[in-house]
């Protein structure tokens, strides 16, 4: 008997143990900023003020509750195990009442669930009010792509597709940017804030990603709207979802932060209408064609012949 009561405390520390390893581990292996890490453990490294505190929220509040509960229950569990069981209890008790226990194990829960509600509300509600807005764009979900619009700068829906592998390899980044990177980021200026209205056009979709805090549905038919406001220059990684059909893991988010110089700069490039700058080059290899095809044009006949 006093052999199994060892056995059992020497497990109750070996899991005691292992818990407080891989907690102290954790922020360790989460390194990278805005992509998910290999063999990581915890969440992705906060971007922007809701990912921080949903961070907060996460670690500090609903982490330790969450572990005493469970040890609790554990410790509750082996004790009714080792103490209780056939041989070292042989003749039960017939209660099947108590007012005292009964009452602390519903007051008990209702005051735990009402402290978290304190700083899930808070959250919520962070969530809920957007700050003042420094630029609004638009992201709408498609099967299987996003389209990015920033309705203030004029700029008309950018399409935005994943980037295939090989061309990942090519452009010589990591393998594992692959299904993240993305042929046209989302490009904001850096500690503005952004608002996103999100929605879809076939399926739901849901704009999510983490380094920001961001998770919203993508419902078509309706305006959803989020906001973030980047703390740091730099490129991170998101995905849709939202189960929404069989390339559901093909419609990576990429939002490029950067200096509101470079943005001004992105949204002149975006605004230039594309075909006086592609049409450049050819209208001056072929001045000598203008003239004779424009005395042609008159003549359908001979436009047809040719
Ligand atoms: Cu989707």
Redesign the pocket.
């Known amino acids: 008997m006093k052999a199994k009561v060892k056995g059992m405390r020497w497990l109750a520390m070996a899991l005691a143990a292992g818990l407080t390893t891989m907690m102290s581990a954790a922020p360790a292996l989460a390194a990278n900023m805005g992509q998910p890490t290999d063999g990581a453990l915890g969440l992705q490294p906060a971007a922007s003020p809701l990912k921080v505190h949903a961070i907060f929220f996460h670690d500090m509040i609903l982490l330790p509750i969450i572990t005493v509960i469970s040890l609790f229950v554990l410790g509750l569990l082996i004790w009714c195990i080792v103490r209780f069981n056939r041989k070292a209890n042989p003749v039960p008790a017939k209660f099947s009442h108590n007012t005292f226990v009964e009452i602390v194990w519903t007051v008990v829960p209702v005051l735990i669930l009402m402290f978290i509600a304190i700083f899930s509300f808070r959250l919520l509600f962070e969530y809920n009010d957007t700050p003042k807005v420094d630029l609004t764009v638009k992201a709408i979900?498609y099967?299987?792509y996003w389209g990015y619009e920033y309705p203030d700068q004029d700029i008309g829906e950018i399409t935005s597709n994943m980037m295939a592998e090989e061309d990942v390899k090519a452009a010589g980044l990591p393998e594992s940017l692959y299904r993240l990177k993305a042929t046209e980021p989302l490009v904001v200026p850096v500690n503005k804030v952004v608002r996103v209205q999100v929605t879809a056009v076939d399926?739901i979709?849901?704009f999510a990603l983490p380094a920001f805090g961001l998770k919203t549905d993508?419902v078509p038919g309706r305006l959803n709207e989020t906001w973030f406001r980047a703390d740091r220059v730099g490129t991170f990684y998101g995905q849709?979802s939202?189960l929404?059909?069989i390339n559901?893991a093909f419609?990576p988010i990429e939002i490029k932060v950067v200096s509101q110089a470079d943005f001004d700069a992105w949204v002149a490039s975006k605004k230039a209408p594309p075909a006086p700058a592609a049409a450049a080059p050819a209208a001056a290899e072929t001045p000598a064609a203008t003239p004779t095809s424009a005395p042609a044009a008159p003549s359908g006949a001979s436009a047809a012949n040719l």
Do not use: K, R, S
């Open positions: 979900g099967q299987w399926v979709h849901a993508a849709c939202e929404c059909g559901h419609m």
